[in-house]
């Protein structure tokens, strides 16, 4: 089964082509984050339209089928200890969930791309929407191309927001986004008469910081910890998840200041100062000339009145989300016997102060999650998991329980198991899909000859975790299918958007899928990571005006002011 939301027009009158959302992975999921991403994210469009989105094969909601719980319960110990979780130990993990899937008669090669393209048509049809629009992030992005190849029929028009297509060898070439990153800051510098005058050496400082830190890290001071090799790293690929806002801006001056041992505009960079959102007069005042004072009183009434009201709708999302676990509860019959069970026992174990008990007692409430629910089970638990003390008062309050109440309890360990496990599934998740399709078309001989071409070679120091990924593929059974791998071809009207600050996937993989296409244009954007609708409401509206009219001529201006606002050194 596969779980979907569909978000609701805000009008009475809506288009009949809605937006899908297709999420990112493989294995992300969407519908378990509606209010904290898909929501927000979409709400401009739900002026005129209703917003999809649905939780792909192996991904969020619709992953139990490849979900290896027994597996999981049996690592429980080296998830609360990530320590002990080892490479060695990781691949061992994954090679056992195979092998589990596999026993269990799982038919992994089912869950790909291209049947996910097939649901995403059977999804829209089955709602009742024969024409629609996609937007697709990230992996979102080869399945919408996917669609637009595989089952066309009916789409009115794609945007292709950070772009992974499926003929880029995206494993092998791991790197690639991140050297992107670092070019386009060097690039836009050199472009900007300001900056490059008052750095014209930028390259060549930065390549002797990355020499410098590589021999000898300026040393933990200042009450921040030592500036390293890692850190120049992260200096360019914090700007791709808004770890860093507005960083760009100031990479000239701290690569200076760590070529002379210096860190004062690091160490402000790295504490959160440039995250601070501007102010209502902040954002007015680049128009404060063309502004008379009522209607400057007028739009500052409106800006403050736009953000309550932002705020107060996620209050409201959370609010219904916690009303509807309410009502979910009341109709299930349950007492609030569950709750003072689960408190009793939970009391009781974490009063032992013992870790070996409390983590046994884990991996055996981790076991529930996968059994139907019983009070026998729940007496065999208390019995040879908790203090006999405590035992005779917690089975007192089982035997009051209904089987609704028994239901409810179990249910409510299967969510917090399943959370605990998140991590650990969205891998398994990626790994079922990648392993079989992208994988065989990269290989570790490419991977490596890749890291050795590398004009920034420091990043090859921050490649272990995709080359594990090699390691952990041979687990899994290759399932090519012919002719993925190729460039797609449409006439779909298209938008492409790619991020300069992207780590995550390529601006040149971005553009040589438009050139595949016939009918696409490509937009990049200073100042923004993977997902360009997260980053600026100058690409959200973008992409909602070429969804509004995919063949209209689109007002791109804003682009412009995207631009870093170069931090020049004093005097």
Same mark, same amino acid.
């Given at each position: 089964?596969?779980?979907?939301?569909?978000?609701?027009? %805000?009008?009475?009158? =809506?288009?009949?082509?809605?937006?899908?959302?297709?999420?990112?992975?493989?294995?992300?999921?969407?519908?378990?984050?509606?209010?904290?991403?898909? $929501?927000?994210?979409? @709400?401009?469009? %739900?002026?005129?339209?209703?917003?999809? /989105?649905?939780?792909?094969?192996?991904?969020?909601?619709?992953?139990?089928? *490849?979900?290896?719980?027994?597996?999981?319960?049996?690592?429980?110990?080296?998830?609360?200890?990530?320590?002990?979780?080892?490479?060695?130990?990781?691949?061992?993990?994954?090679?056992?969930?195979?092998?589990?899937?596999?026993?269990?008669?799982?038919?992994?090669?089912?869950?790909?791309?291209?049947?996910?393209?097939?649901?995403?048509?059977?999804?829209?049809?089955?709602?009742?929407?024969? /024409?629609?629009?996609?937007?697709?992030?990230?992996?979102?992005?080869?399945?919408?191309?996917?669609?637009?190849?595989?089952?066309?029929?009916? *789409? %009115?028009?794609?945007?292709?927001?950070?772009?992974? =297509?499926?003929?880029?060898?995206?494993?092998?070439?791991?790197?690639?986004? @991140?050297?992107?990153?670092?070019?386009?800051?060097?690039?836009?510098?050199?472009?900007?008469?300001?900056?490059?005058?008052?750095?014209?050496?930028?390259?060549? *400082?930065?390549?002797?910081?990355?020499?410098?830190?590589?021999?000898?890290?300026?040393?933990?001071?200042?009450?921040?910890?030592?500036?390293? #090799?890692?850190?120049?790293?992260?200096?360019?690929?914090?700007?791709?998840?808004?770890?860093?806002?507005?960083? /760009?801006?100031?990479?000239?001056? #701290?690569?200076?200041?760590?070529?002379?041992?210096?860190?004062?505009?690091?160490?402000?960079?790295?504490?959160?100062?440039?995250?601070?959102?501007?102010?209502?007069?902040?954002?007015?005042?680049?128009?404060?000339?063309?502004?008379? =004072?009522?209607?400057?009183?007028?739009? !500052?009434?409106?800006?403050?009145?736009?953000?309550?009201?932002?705020?107060?709708?996620?209050? $409201?999302?959370?609010?219904?989300?916690?009303?509807?676990?309410?009502?979910?509860?009341?109709?299930?019959?349950?007492?609030?016997?569950?709750?003072?069970?689960?408190?009793?026992? $939970?009391?009781?174990?974490?009063?032992?102060?013992?870790?070996?008990?409390?983590?046994?007692?884990?991996?055996?409430?981790?076991?529930?999650?996968?059994?139907? =629910?019983?009070?026998? /089970?729940?007496?065999?638990?208390?019995?040879? $998991?908790?203090?006999?003390?405590?035992?005779?008062?917690?089975?007192?309050?089982?035997?009051?329980?209904?089987?609704?109440?028994?239901?409810?309890?179990?249910?409510?360990?299967?969510?917090?198991? !399943?959370?605990?496990?998140?991590?650990?599934?969205?891998? #398994?998740?990626?790994?079922?899909?990648?392993?079989?399709?992208?994988?065989?078309?990269?290989?570790?001989?490419?991977?490596?000859?890749?890291?050795?071409?590398?004009?920034?070679?420091?990043?090859?120091?921050?490649?272990? *975790?995709?080359?594990?990924?090699?390691?952990?593929?041979?687990?899994?059974?290759?399932?090519?299918?012919?002719?993925?791998?190729?460039?797609?071809?449409?006439?779909?009207?298209?938008?492409?958007?790619?991020?300069?600050?992207?780590?995550?996937?390529?601006?040149?993989?971005?553009?040589?899928?438009?050139?595949?296409?016939?009918?696409?244009?490509?937009?990049?954007?200073?100042?923004?990571?993977?997902?360009?609708?997260?980053?600026?409401?100058?690409?959200?509206?973008?992409?909602?005006?070429?969804? @509004?009219?995919?063949?209209? @001529?689109?007002?791109?201006?804003?682009?412009?002011?995207?631009?870093?606002?170069?931090?020049?050194?004093?005097?």
């Amino acid at each position: 089964d596969l779980a979907f939301a569909v978000l609701k027009a %805000r009008t009475q009158s =809506p288009v009949p082509d809605p937006v899908i959302y297709l999420h990112g992975g493989p294995g992300g999921g969407a519908v378990k984050s509606l209010a904290g991403i898909v $929501q927000p994210l979409f @709400e401009d469009y %739900r002026g005129r339209r209703d917003v999809v /989105t649905f939780d792909q094969r192996a991904a969020g909601i619709s992953s139990d089928m *490849v979900t290896c719980f027994d597996t999981l319960g049996g690592n429980l110990y080296e998830f609360l200890d990530p320590s002990q979780f080892t490479d060695e130990k990781q691949n061992t993990f994954f090679q056992t969930c195979a092998e589990e899937l596999n026993a269990k008669g799982n038919n992994l090669s089912a869950y790909n791309t291209v049947h996910n393209a097939l649901d995403v048509q059977a999804l829209m049809l089955a709602l009742g929407y024969p /024409t629609y629009n996609i937007y697709g992030v990230s992996y979102g992005t080869t399945l919408g191309l996917e669609v637009m190849r595989s089952a066309p029929e009916g *789409v %009115r028009s794609v945007v292709l927001d950070s772009v992974s =297509p499926p003929q880029a060898k995206v494993y092998e070439e791991n790197a690639k986004p @991140e050297q992107e990153g670092i070019q386009a800051v060097l690039d836009q510098c050199a472009a900007d008469e300001a900056c490059a005058k008052a750095y014209p050496d930028l390259e060549t *400082v930065l390549m002797r910081v990355a020499e410098q830190l590589q021999k000898a890290p300026i040393p933990a001071a200042r009450g921040k910890p030592e500036v390293t #090799i890692a850190t120049l790293i992260d200096l360019f690929d914090g700007r791709n998840q808004l770890k860093y806002r507005n960083a /760009t801006a100031h990479i000239p001056l #701290i690569l200076t200041e760590w070529d002379r041992g210096e860190t004062k505009t690091w160490d402000m960079l790295s504490s959160g100062a440039t995250n601070v959102q501007p102010g209502t007069a902040e954002r007015l005042q680049p128009f404060a000339g063309r502004l008379t =004072p009522d209607h400057t009183t007028m739009a !500052r009434m409106l800006l403050d009145m736009a953000t309550n009201e932002a705020k107060e709708d996620q209050t $409201q999302y959370a609010a219904v989300q916690a009303l509807a676990e309410s009502i979910k509860t009341k109709a299930s019959g349950a007492t609030d016997l569950t709750g003072r069970f689960g408190d009793m026992v $939970q009391a009781s174990i974490t009063g032992t102060h013992s870790k070996d008990a409390i983590l046994t007692f884990l991996k055996a409430i981790a076991d529930l999650a996968t059994v139907p =629910p019983s009070k026998d /089970t729940l007496r065999n638990l208390v019995t040879t $998991q908790l203090p006999a003390a405590d035992q005779p008062d917690i089975l007192a309050v089982l035997d009051l329980m209904t089987d609704a109440d028994v239901a409810a309890f179990f249910a409510d360990v299967s969510g917090q198991v !399943r959370a605990s496990f998140d991590p650990m599934v969205g891998a #398994i998740d990626l790994f079922v899909v990648a392993c079989q399709e992208s994988v065989p078309f990269n290989t570790r001989a490419g991977f490596e000859a890749f890291n050795a071409s590398l004009k920034f070679q420091f990043l090859a120091s921050d490649t272990g *975790v995709q080359a594990q990924m090699f390691d952990i593929c041979e687990s899994f059974t290759p399932a090519p299918r012919d002719g993925y791998h190729d460039p797609v071809t449409s006439s779909i009207p298209a938008l492409v958007l790619y991020g300069l600050n992207d780590t995550q996937t390529s601006s040149a993989d971005a553009k040589d899928a438009a050139a595949n296409l016939g009918n696409a244009r490509v937009l990049g954007f200073p100042e923004t990571g993977h997902g360009a609708l997260m980053f600026s409401k100058c690409a959200k509206d973008i992409g909602l005006a070429f969804i @509004e009219q995919p063949e209209a @001529e689109l007002a791109t201006a804003c682009i412009e002011g995207l631009k870093p606002k170069w931090v020049l050194p004093p005097g």
